[in-house]
């Protein structure tokens, strides 16, 4: 069983600019989610897909937005980059009928706005 | 959503028996409570859930009294290995189709 796994590790980039990460869901997940995880902190729900579609978001700016393919990978992308969106990004994937509030996180991107 | 509060930070040596308290004074019925723990560069990792009085898995124990305001996660016998950052959270369980809501949660530090 493959587990979540994201790419870039690592990114840098500058103000303004856009972004684009990726996400590959753990096998037989058709749920992900996105969190951004500044230094020290917890991790913030961005927001999450469910087949295909939006499926709740957070309090994150229509800069930030998302897109889950027919394989249940997925996009977040953050548009006019500011400082503050340098953190760590992290992909969960789940799947209902779990039972639980299990969510499996794939190691993060981390992004470094200058 | 059900805040909840648990120390900052907590030290403890190889060997010993950890106990991190969350509280949650305004929990709802239908809220459980679970644990993730977090390594550093990597992803929170869920140990347990539970809803009332106690549960075991090959990890942790996680114990809730009666009126459900807090809940501790019991860490027998910790190792280096379990210096992590550990988070207590309340919501609906509803089969992983929800937002997580992560406090600060508690570095546990654990010397040799």
């Known amino acids: 069983e493959t587990g979540v796994t994201q790419s870039p590790t690592h990114l840098i980039k500058t103000r303004g600019q856009q972004v684009t990460l990726r996400c590959s869901s753990q096998s037989g997940h058709n749920t992900v989610s996105w969190y951004q995880q500044a230094l020290g902190q917890g991790p913030q729900f961005i927001f999450q897909y469910y087949r295909e579609e939006e499926n709740g978001r957070g309090n994150f700016p229509p800069r930030f937005s998302g897109l889950q393919f027919p394989n249940y990978s997925s996009e977040l992308n953050v548009n006019a980059l500011e400082l503050d969106d340098s953190a760590l990004y992290l992909c969960?994937?789940?799947?209902?009928?779990?039972?639980?509030?299990?969510?499996?996180f794939g190691p993060g991107t981390r992004l470094t706005v200058l | 959503l059900a805040k909840t509060t648990q120390p900052v930070s907590m030290d403890s040596y190889e060997g010993q028996e950890v106990n991190i308290t969350c509280s949650h004074n305004?929990?709802?019925?239908?809220?459980?409570i679970t644990w993730y723990q977090q390594f550093p560069s990597q992803g929170p990792r869920f140990i347990i859930q539970?809803?009332?009085t106690k549960v075991t898995n090959e990890v942790a124990s996680l114990f809730i009294p009666a009126d459900r305001k807090s809940s501790t996660l019991s860490l027998p016998r910790v190792s280096l290995s379990d210096t992590a950052v550990y988070y207590c959270l309340v919501g609906a369980a509803d089969t992983g189709r929800r937002a997580l809501t992560f406090g600060s949660g508690t570095r546990l530090q654990v010397q040799p």
């Open positions: 539970g809803y009332k």
């Open positions: 969960a994937s789940s799947s209902p009928g779990q039972g639980l509030n299990e969510q499996f």
């Open positions: 305004n929990i709802a019925t239908n809220d459980y």
